[in-house]
């Protein structure tokens, strides 16, 4: 597992992913105002994917191969997006 952070985040949003490049901001899922990206998560091995997160509800969306997450971070109110997808 890789994580990338700071100058490198740039240039990763668009090599590091499993299908289209990732955006250079997202809207913040709380405020809709300007999220930016502060940390990259590559999961190249699946070691996430061993480990899934508990389901909830039911809800069938769940890590099952390598990823990549990218995590957002609000400029105004400091909520976390999360922007992901897999191999
Ligand atoms: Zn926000």
Redo the contacts with the bound molecule.
Sequence with gaps: MEIITGTEIKKALQEKTYQNPFEETEK??????L?LPILIVDDEDGELANNPPPRNNGIPIFPHDSCIFVLYL??????VTTSWNQG
Excluded: N, P, W
């Design positions: 913040c899922v709380k405020c809709g105002k999220a609000c400029s105004e109110c400091g909520e």
